[in-house]
């Protein structure tokens, strides 16, 4: 069984810049996609950014231009570099694995099999 955990979350100013960090555990993860979802207080999950096996990736309208992902196999963790963070990027931010090796990269949270515990993201302006 996988686990996921995710790290680098905070309390920064708006403009500031966070990197987050998932680190997976248990099962080699090089032919998984990843995906990073986030969820502010009263609204559901959406997705942020994905970087699939063949690293390829992909990325919300809203994040598009000041987020970057990228992945390092050897150390099976995915970042997720956050640069000229807005108020509206305050979140719990979450990692998730994709359900089944060289799968389609998917936009979607079903599509995704393990998920981290998730890191606050706080953006204040």
């Known amino acids: 069984q996988v686990q996921l955990t995710e790290s680098g979350g905070g309390l920064v100013q708006a403009g500031d810049s966070l990197r987050l960090s998932c680190t997976a555990s248990g099962r080699t993860f090089s032919t998984y996609d990843v995906g990073w979802f986030r969820q502010a207080p009263g609204k559901g999950r959406e997705f942020v950014a994905a970087?699939?096996?063949?690293?390829?990736?992909y990325f919300a309208t809203s994040v598009k231009g000041r987020f970057t992902i990228s992945r390092d196999n050897a150390n099976n963790t995915v970042y997720l570099q956050m640069n000229s963070l807005k108020p509206e990027d305050t979140a719990v931010y979450y990692c998730?694995?994709?359900?089944?090796?060289?799968?389609?990269?998917?936009?979607?949270?079903?599509?995704?099999?393990?998920w981290g515990q998730g890191t606050q993201v706080t953006v204040s302006s």
């Open positions: 998730a694995l994709g359900a089944r090796p060289y799968y389609s990269v998917s936009f979607q949270p079903a599509n995704y099999g393990s």
């Open positions: 970087i699939t096996w063949s690293s390829s990736t």
